[in-house]
């Protein structure tokens, strides 16, 4: 949001017929009305979710994407009025090659194309039977009545906001040993946005869940992943509609499966850009080519809750787990401590507060670790005009247990 560094991003999965391009059009068409509505500043689409990813043979009829490039021009006309980069998926046939290409428009402009790079030719995947890799070098085009580009590991900045920085990748292109991603963020894009097909499997959603969370911790980052849902599914694939949206390795929204659902959070790319500044491992890669476009920021109420303890976990399961592990953490560095020094007997000055307590809790753990007695600890108390009796019954009893 305006001068808060906060973006508010989207994806979302359309209720589309397969090879119904003017019914998935006005699907689309109604969630980019909803998300701007709802101050959306990005928003993302799955793969080939103009014409249905599940077409086969139909990529190669002229009618059908011609009927998806009419299309797309209406939502790109129609967003003239919206303020939101927005990223929607079809196929787009350019001299002897077709493309599964992601288009990118805001505000009436088509942005660029950005094309598939890693093509899935195995298991139930045969894209390869229709689809080109994306070109390695851009190709200026005519789509939708504009001039220009398509291509691969494009960046597409705000002219109005430095840190909104948008890369895009489709699909499979997460999943491989390199992905395309990593020289989006090394060129800058703080915001990664995914178009994909995913079917299920069993266990198919956790791993997609924790390759999005990975992405977007080792990117530092803010990934966003749309996926093909109802509608999709065949008697050999089911689509479930599993969107996900990641910060900096963790999930901030994420949508029920076969709901065809709609997930929006509130990102916030000065942090992640503070983020970058402060690792050192952090490397600016090679600079790609970008295209800018002008968003002016609005102002909106903050949807995401800022937790009132940063470092504390709100769930009691994940809080117990944290506290074994603080123990676990000081008591191994106590211990090798003791045994740098081959002392015998620790000290511990007990208060009856919250410091002191932890100290020969910890202190007590680590004595267990080097298989010594109790005995071994030494608490002592020495009240002063500020100890109470309370707090001095605490360091007591403490100190019996």
């Not at 689809?131 to 070098?137: E, G, K, N, Q, V």
Request: glycine share 6%; charged share 20%.
């Amino acid at each position: 949001m305006k001068n808060d560094g906060f973006l508010r991003i989207a994806a979302a999965t359309p209720h589309i017929r397969v090879a119904d391009c003017v019914s998935n059009k006005a699907a689309i068409s109604a969630l980019l009305r909803a998300a701007n509505e709802q101050g959306v500043s990005a928003i993302v689409f799955p793969e080939l979710c103009l014409t249905g990813y599940t077409c086969g043979d139909l990529f190669h009829d002229t009618t059908l994407l011609q009927a998806a490039e009419r299309a797309l021009q209406e939502l790109i006309e129609e967003s003239a009025s919206y303020h939101l980069l927005a990223v929607v998926g079809l196929p787009a046939a350019f001299g002897a090659s077709l493309y599964n290409v992601a288009a990118v428009f805001c505000r009436g402009k088509l942005l660029g194309l950005t094309a598939k790079s890693h093509i899935p030719n195995y298991s139930e995947f045969y894209e390869a039977r229709h689809f080109s890799p994306a070109p390695d070098t851009p190709i200026p085009v005519t789509f939708c009545g504009q001039e220009t580009l398509l291509g691969r590991e494009r960046i597409y900045s705000c002219a109005d906001a430095p840190e909104f920085t948008v890369g895009v990748e489709i699909c499979e292109d997460l999943w491989v040993p390199a992905p395309p991603s990593e020289a989006l963020a090394l060129s800058g894009a703080t915001v990664l946005l995914n178009l994909s097909a995913s079917d299920e499997i069993i266990g198919k959603a956790a791993y997609r869940r924790s390759l999005v969370q990975g992405q977007s911790g080792r990117l530092l980052c803010a990934y966003a992943y749309a996926d093909a849902g109802r509608g999709e599914s065949t008697q050999d694939m089911v689509f479930a509609g599993h969107d996900l949206i990641a910060e900096n390795g963790t999930i901030l929204a994420e949508t029920k499966r076969f709901r065809n659902e709609m997930a929006i959070c509130d990102v916030d790319v000065q942090r992640l850009a503070a983020d970058r500044r402060r690792s050192n491992t952090f490397a600016p890669g090679a600079a790609l080519p970008r295209t800018a476009f002008s968003l002016p920021l609005r102002e909106l109420s903050l949807l995401r809750e800022i937790p009132p303890t940063p470092f504390v976990p709100q769930s009691q399961a994940h809080l117990a787990e944290r506290c074994e592990e603080i123990l676990a953490l000081q008591a191994g560095g106590l211990v090798t401590r003791l045994k740098h020094t081959g002392i015998r007997r620790a000290v511990v000055g007990l208060s009856g507060g919250l410091d002191s307590t932890l100290a020969i809790l910890i202190t007590a753990v680590a004595m267990k670790l080097l298989d010594r007695p109790a005995s071994d600890i030494i608490a002592v108390t020495m009240p002063c005009f500020g100890t109470t009796d309370r707090t001095r019954d605490n360091a007591v009893e403490l100190a019996e247990r």
